[in-house]
């Protein structure tokens, strides 16, 4: 970890929690400036006395915009206001600690740092890495939530967000970093295919004879999730009148099938998943309000695609690698990246796999996919125009977004940047010259903004313009 302050009074202070960190076991692994090659693994702590612009800045920086994980910490006597604390967390910090005893402090430290770094260290897992790609800011940061979730809590979770935003998968993840002891298996029940006849059996399973054709027994949800996961997909489709069977479920942890006499116990993790603003359906009279906030232990939306329009490159490299299962993966050429960038995805992820589907699908040879291979029902009409209007409006959403969060437009400068910078480097797998020249700056103005981490100073925009 790294150890910054913004005055020479902070510094003695930072010196001292360092002191104390070490005493602990702690590895630091600079004072002030992070060293060349520092990741997002690598955790920041920066000590302060008063929030102030440069505290604010600096967290902005060290955090690129919430990638980083940075600790705001006090050692003075009176603890920030709760206004002061909020703006120190939409600057970018992940927590923020007070107090006067540095090796107290060391300690709570440690303990939230071990914590990250489990998180983190599952993020890297393979079933993570093939089946939920993606760098920007508020996908890192839902994932780490997710599964620190998973695997450090069990509590049920209530996932939201569009049809094909990658709720499925994540329920799936949810049951695989879950850490029970000999957990069995995930049971999915789509709510939307349930026949309102059929839906009793769907669930509480039904004995022989219950009813015309129940020729044999069978088990129902409830009862195949014994011991395991229970996904309910869509969930706001459920009738008012399953819905009260479930909370009872839910509550009871015991059933009758339909037919039977005999209360089964059950155990099930529950996670739910919605298209639906259940708050709203609440509001309405459609969905009870006690299996909504029964179900919530946990909730957690996933954003649309054009909400994380800088992990649409990320996205489609990973379709090309598994749609291109016989050979090396072919990239992208300047302007099928520029279209992939500013084409708009109804269908968000779904939509952006069948359009790398189709291009694969005329692309031929070793080269880069290019331009001709994107089928004309995929082009942009006339000159693009409209293309360009739906783009600036997909650019207001966001800044929108960030003035929301409470912030100014210095930051929403210095996050543009931090964002352009990575997806650059990405795209270009590393290559700071190539990334350089897309960018129009120095190499070595590149360089240093990646070494050290810092938004502070000129920008990348003015040293280009000087």
């Not at 960190?21 to 692994?29: C, D, I, Q, T, W």
């Not at 399953?242 to 009871?252: A, G, H, K, T």
């Not at 708050?279 to 309405?284: C, D, F, G, K, L």
């Not at 790398?356 to 029902?377: D, K, Q, Y």
């Amino acid at each position: 970890m790294h150890v910054a302050s913004a005055t020479p009074q902070e510094k003695l202070r930072a010196e001292e929690l360092a002191r104390s960190l070490e005493s602990l076991g702690a590895r630091l692994v600079g004072k002030e400036v992070p060293p060349t090659g520092t990741s997002a693994d690598t955790p920041h702590i920066v000590v302060f006395d008063s929030v102030t612009t440069a505290v604010v800045d600096q967290l902005t920086a060290l955090s690129l915009g919430g990638l980083f994980r940075v600790m705001a910490v006090t050692l003075s006597p009176a603890p920030p206001q709760v206004r002061d604390s909020f703006a120190l967390l939409h600057a970018g910090a992940s927590d923020v600690l007070a107090g006067e005893d540095a090796t107290e402090l060391a300690k709570q430290i440690v303990a939230r740092l071990e914590r990250w770094s489990a998180v983190d260290e599952l993020l890297r897992l393979p079933v993570v890495q093939r089946n939920l790609a993606g760098l920007s800011r508020g996908w890192i940061a839902l994932l780490r939530q997710v599964v620190e979730s998973a695997r450090f809590t069990s509590s049920d979770v209530l996932l939201l967000g569009e049809s094909r935003t990658g709720k499925e998968l994540l329920a799936r993840l949810i049951h695989t970093l879950d850490n029970r002891t000999q957990k069995h298996e995930l049971v999915v029940l789509d709510c939307t295919t349930i026949v309102p006849e059929l839906s009793g059996s769907e669930f509480f399973g039904h004995e022989r004879g219950a009813f015309t054709g129940a020729s044999t027994g069978r088990d129902g949800a409830f009862a195949l999730a014994n011991g395991g996961t229970l996904f309910l997909d869509e969930v706001g489709e459920l009738p008012r009148a399953l819905q009260s069977q479930l909370l009872r479920v839910i509550q009871e942890h015991s059933f009758k099938r339909i037919g039977g006499n005999n209360w089964q116990k059950t155990d099930f993790r529950l996670v739910c998943a919605t298209n639906k603003d259940l708050r709203n359906e609440v509001a309405r009279g459609t969905f009870r309000a006690d299996l909504y906030y029964r179900m919530a232990g946990q909730t957690f939306r996933l954003p649309p695609l054009r909400d994380r329009p800088e992990d649409i490159p990320v996205l489609a490299r990973y379709f090309v690698k598994q749609l291109m299962n016989d050979g090396e993966a072919a990239a992208f050429d300047p302007a099928v990246r520029d279209f992939l960038m500013t084409r708009d995805y109804p269908g968000n992820i779904r939509d952006l796999k069948q359009v790398v589907s189709r291009m694969l699908h005329r692309h031929v040879g070793a080269g880069p996919i290019t331009i001709g291979a994107i089928s004309a029902e995929d082009r942009p009409l006339g000159d693009g125009s409209a293309d360009s209007a739906d783009s600036s409006s997909g650019w207001d959403g966001l800044v929108r977004r960030a003035l929301a969060q409470g912030l100014g437009l210095k930051d929403i400068g210095r996050l543009a940047e931090g964002v352009a910078v990575r997806v650059v480097v990405q795209d270009e797998e590393g290559n700071l010259q190539r990334a350089a020249r897309r960018l129009r700056v120095s190499d070595r103005a590149l360089q240093m903004r990646r070494a050290t981490g810092r938004m502070s100073g000129p920008s990348l925009a003015e040293e280009r313009a000087e």
